[in-house]
């Protein structure tokens, strides 16, 4: 999947943390949550501006992540 049209990182957001796009919820928040075993289903109840799409868009991001050093993000 392609990440790039959900992740943005934009100073002015949350000190420039990797948020989905037109969010304040960092792609970090995501990955935690999926890491401790969280469903897609719960995460998307706690998180109601997230859409469906933004969990595989996480997980993309972070293979990406775990492939390179740098990685840019769209502003």
């Not at 949550?33 to 997980?59: Q, R, V, W």
Request: with cysteine; proline share 9%; charged share 20%.
């Amino acid at each position: 999947m392609d990440w790039k049209p959900y992740i943005t990182a934009d100073p002015q957001v949350m000190h420039g943390a990797v948020c989905f796009r037109g969010t304040r919820i960092p792609v970090s928040v995501v990955l935690d949550n999926l890491a401790a075993g969280e469903t897609a289903a719960t995460i998307l109840d706690e998180y109601p501006s997230l859409k469906a799409e933004h969990i595989p868009a996480a997980i993309s991001y972070a293979a990406d992540l775990a492939r390179e050093r740098i990685v840019p993000v769209p502003a």
